[in-house]
């Protein structure tokens, strides 16, 4: 039996009727991460009209396809079995609430290195690795499971590819990270013990004010020497010992002390209820 709350109910509702992408994993869990968006490559002409037409066609097709599949949910109280211990029978079907699950927690992979398979490969292996040193002490699971107590979901909805940098797709997702940044205001995303903004410089580049959105203010940052692309700051609530941090991109050249450092200021967070500085 699955408890959805009040607040993932009206998430669902908002993300059905406006036409937002909601998420994958647990809406229970712990931890929210906002990466910046999916990976999708056009057959279109890039930068022509089709192209675009493209783009917000599959947009809308994945946000109401994932809104519907939690609503189906929602309707028979659906939820995962975390407990099996044959960890690729745990699933009989995928479902938003565990997109991810049958996935080995490895890179051994058909996909090119440069394909979308592998860079959505390397996103989740970060995040398993933040869920198996804040959870599980480190250890290694053979298939991915931080859906257990993780929420995925992304900053702009337009899936596209984050390299390029025509005017027209700033603009459009100038346009979609507007109206998530309204959306992430709903309590269901401020409810979160830590919301992780796996996002580089996305809200420098589209105005996304992290203060506001989540009611939180900087206290803290953290950059190692030579690691330029491995980064946090922390933001804490007000009135709460809640926290989120915006850090550099979780994609390569992501370096392992930034999963690491992440995963030591969570875990101590979640074992004494407040972080060291």
Known sequence: MMEYTSDFLEAVYVAKTENL???????????????????????????????????????????????????????????????????????GHQTPFNYFSKQKNSRETGAEETSIEMNLLNACLQYQKI??????D??????????????????????SNKAFNYTNLNRLKQEFIDLRQEFFSLRFFRNFSVVI?????YPHKYNFDIQKTFLSHWCACWQPEKHVNSWWHRYKYFRSEKSNFHTSAFNPPISDNLVESLG??????????????
């Open 21 to 91: 992408f909601l998420g994958y994993g647990n809406p229970n869990g712990k931890i929210l991460i906002i990466d910046m968006e999916q990976n999708y490559s056009s057959s279109e002409i890039l930068d022509s009209e089709k192209y675009y037409e493209d783009l917000l066609k599959n947009r809308t097709e994945i946000n109401q396809n994932n809104a519907d599949s939690w609503l189906k949910n929602i309707g028979r109280d659906w939820a995962a079995n975390w407990n099996l211990e044959d960890e690729s029978k745990k699933i």
């Open 131 to 136: 869920y198996e040193n804040i959870f599980l």
């Open 138 to 159: 480190g250890k290694k699971q053979d298939y991915m499971n931080f859906e257990k107590e993780i929420f995925i979901t992304y900053m702009n909805d337009l899936p």
């Open 197 to 201: 903004l796996a996002t580089d410089s």
């Open 264 to 277: 030591k200021e969570i875990k101590f967070f979640f074992e004494n209820g407040y972080y060291e500085c």
